[in-house]
């Protein structure tokens, strides 16, 4: 696999209001924000401004909004799963979630009139604990299969939340479909995947407005700094981060929306492939990259929608891309404060920092591609801190995966 970053203007973006777009707007993150201040753990994650970075590399600023402080799970996905598990219940019973607030979900009373529901899910470790710890919220029960190379840390923290948790011999594409299967032969057995496909769209749609409390916080934070973005830089594993992220924006500056990059590790880069072919395309196999939140290889039909025709550029990123983003937020320069940003969370500061530093043809073709210049004001998202202890520190201590080309570990795992 290349160590080279590669990338594609998007040859499909019309920028024209497709319905999906209406499913991620502010008024949809409005109502998710309500419901997860509801819950007595929400607090409205940082958004750190990393001013002096932003100096060196000469843009205006640089924002990254830290998901590692949502909800004591270290990473955001929990606000999809818990905002789909609540618009579930809601909807089975014909309840308005404006009415279910977080200590009435889990009370008495809406557990006798819902009887025992047991979710499943598969995932790489977020995602899933997310679940997990919503179900456990609410006196359920749930089921989580995690891919082939799953991090047994993530594994346990799963386990930790009273789920039935177990790592499977298949990569993450066919984990959802035995997912799929197990949810449809399990009396009161509801799937909770953050990926859709014809006749699986409900649920995905809701985890993709639960996310819209992320987008929403970090608009508000940003403005409140004397800021709006210019450009956002946000990672895809199906996609429904990316998707959520793209709308909402389009939505609530239009014509003004920020340029928008969407990232993938090569191994699992089925939206950059889609662009490069101009239409849908998955890709399969093994997918083994440190990027394990991102390692999906096929988009989520909703936001793939939306991505298509609003995103501005795809990005293909080998794996040192996320471990330089790593190590940048873990030491950053003086005056600028620290994040733990983890794998699936640091590559868009990777590939942003190795856009801007200049030097490489294809990267400063992309810099011109995107307009990034010295009135730049850049959103990144880190979307998880350490979830896997070990391989954090292995990356950013002993130096894991570097990213100094000509060195002879370049890209390498093991120096």
Request: aromatic letters at 10%.
């Given at each position: 696999?290349s160590?080279?970053?590669l990338w594609?203007?998007?040859?499909?973006?019309?920028k024209?209001?497709?319905?999906a777009?209406a499913?991620?707007g502010?008024?949809?993150a409005?109502?998710?924000?309500?419901?997860?201040?509801s819950f007595?753990q929400?607090t409205?994650?940082?958004l750190?401004s990393?001013?002096?970075l932003?100096?060196?590399?000469?843009?205006?600023?640089?924002?990254?909004k830290?998901?590692?402080?949502?909800?004591?799970?270290?990473a955001?996905?929990?606000?999809?799963g818990s905002?789909?598990?609540?618009?579930?219940?809601?909807?089975?019973?014909?309840?308005?979630?404006a009415?279910?607030?977080y200590?009435r979900?889990?009370?008495?009373?809406?557990?006798d009139?819902?009887?025992?529901?047991?979710?499943?899910t598969?995932?790489d470790?977020?995602?899933g604990?997310?679940?997990?710890?919503?179900?456990?919220?609410?006196?359920?029960?749930?089921?989580?299969?995690?891919?082939?190379?799953?991090?047994l840390?993530?594994?346990e923290?799963?386990r930790?939340?009273?789920?039935?948790?177990s790592?499977?011999?298949?990569?993450?594409?066919?984990?959802?479909r035995?997912?799929?299967?197990?949810?449809?032969?399990t009396?009161?057995g509801?799937?909770?995947?953050?990926t859709?496909?014809?006749?699986?769209?409900?649920?995905?749609?809701w985890?993709?407005?639960?996310?819209g409390?992320?987008?929403?916080?970090?608009?508000?934070?940003?403005?409140?700094?004397?800021?709006?973005?210019?450009?956002?830089?946000?990672?895809?594993?199906?996609g429904?981060?990316?998707?959520?992220?793209?709308?909402?924006?389009?939505?609530?500056?239009?014509?003004?929306?920020p340029?928008?990059?969407?990232m993938?590790?090569?191994?699992?880069?089925?939206?950059?492939?889609?662009?490069?072919?101009?239409?849908?395309?998955t890709?399969?196999?093994?997918m083994?990259?440190?990027?394990?939140?991102l390692?999906?290889g096929?988009?989520?039909?909703i936001?793939?929608?939306?991505?298509?025709?609003?995103?501005?550029?795809?990005?293909?990123?080998?794996?040192?891309v996320a471990?330089?983003?790593?190590?940048m937020?873990?030491?950053?320069?003086?005056?600028?404060?620290?994040?733990?940003?983890?794998?699936?969370?640091?590559?868009?500061?990777?590939?942003l920092s190795?856009?801007?530093q200049?030097?490489?043809?294809e990267?400063?073709?992309?810099?011109?591609?995107?307009?990034?210049?010295?009135?730049?004001?850049?959103?990144?998202?880190?979307?998880?801190?350490d979830?896997?202890p070990?391989?954090?520190?292995?990356?950013?201590?002993?130096?894991?995966?570097?990213?100094?080309?000509?060195?002879?570990?370049?890209?390498?795992?093991?120096?």
């Open positions: 696999m160590d080279k970053i594609t203007k998007n040859p499909m973006q019309t024209a209001p497709v319905a777009l499913l991620a502010r008024k949809e409005e109502e998710a924000r309500a419901f997860h201040r007595p929400y409205e994650t940082p750190v990393l001013q002096h932003a100096d060196r590399l000469g843009v205006r600023g640089i924002y990254v830290d998901e590692s402080k949502r909800f004591g799970l270290n955001f996905k929990v606000l999809g905002y789909a598990m609540g618009r579930y219940i809601a909807d089975r019973l014909g309840y308005d979630l009415d279910l607030p200590w979900l889990g009370s008495r009373e809406i557990r009139q819902l009887g025992e529901v047991t979710f499943f598969a995932t470790g977020n995602h604990r997310g679940v997990a710890w919503a179900a456990n919220q609410l006196g359920q029960k749930s089921v989580v299969y995690m891919p082939a190379g799953s991090s840390y993530r594994l923290r799963i930790d939340e009273g789920a039935e948790a790592i499977q011999d298949m990569n993450y594409d066919e984990a959802v035995l997912v799929a299967q197990r949810a449809e032969q009396p009161n509801v799937m909770v995947q953050d859709a496909w014809d006749g699986y769209e409900e649920i995905p749609g985890i993709m407005q639960g996310y409390t992320m987008a929403l916080e970090a608009d508000a934070q940003i403005r409140a700094a004397g800021d709006v973005p210019t450009h956002i830089f946000v990672q895809a594993g199906v429904s981060l990316a998707g959520t992220i793209q709308a909402y924006f389009a939505d609530v500056y239009g014509e003004r929306c340029v928008t990059t969407v993938e590790p090569h191994v699992a880069n089925c939206h950059y492939e889609s662009a490069v072919a101009g239409g849908y395309r890709v399969g196999g093994e083994q990259t440190i990027m394990a939140g390692a999906c096929e988009p989520n039909t936001s793939w929608d939306i991505l298509k025709n609003w995103t501005d550029c795809f990005v293909s990123c080998p794996d040192w471990a330089r983003g790593m190590r937020a873990a030491a950053p320069l003086t005056g600028d404060e620290p994040i733990v940003s983890g794998e699936s969370g640091a590559v868009g500061l990777g590939l190795a856009i801007l200049g030097g490489d043809i990267l400063d073709a992309l810099r011109g591609e995107l307009g990034l210049d010295e009135n730049s004001v850049v959103l990144l998202f880190s979307t998880e801190g979830t896997d070990q391989t954090y520190t292995d990356i950013v201590w002993d130096g894991d995966y570097c990213s100094k080309e000509g060195c002879k570990c370049y890209g390498l795992s093991e120096n």
